[in-house]
């Protein structure tokens, strides 16, 4: 069982950073790939970022690529997503997730969300 607490998020103004963090329960959280997804309102959930589980690998939607950075921290069991050059079009609850395979499409445990908010 994986516990996943996300913080960080808040409302910055377009072209801002935010960098957010998510900490995870349990000792086997390098066992975990770990990913990032964000929902805006009236749309599905979408990928965002993804770390392998020694954290060798990302991989990022293209919407993002260049401006976020997914990264981890096994000996202090958390993972984090640097932000910048924010846009209103980044507005939107990020989560993140647990998974057993690195970039696979099952998700094995979620957070509960941090809401950002770009201002234009």
């Known amino acids: 069982q994986v516990q996943l607490v996300e913080s960080g998020g808040g409302l910055v103004q377009a072209g801002g950073s935010l960098r957010l963090s998510c900490a995870a329960s349990?000792?086997?959280?390098?066992?975990?790939?770990m990913d990032w997804f964000r929902q805006a309102p009236g749309n599905k959930r979408e990928f965002v970022a993804a770390?392998?589980?020694?954290?060798?690998?990302?991989r990022y939607a293209g919407s993002v690529k260049g401006r976020f950075t997914i990264s981890r921290d096994n000996a202090k069991n958390m993972v984090y997503l640097q932000m910048n050059s924010l846009k209103p079009e980044d507005t939107a609850v990020y989560y993140c997730?647990?998974?057993?395979?690195?970039?696979?499409?099952?998700?094995?445990?979620w957070g509960q969300g941090t809401q950002v908010t770009v201002s234009s």
């Open positions: 770390i392998s589980k020694i954290g060798g690998r990302t």
């Open positions: 997730a647990a998974l057993t395979t690195s970039f696979a499409d099952e998700v094995d445990y």
């Open positions: 349990g000792r086997t959280f390098s066992s975990y790939a």
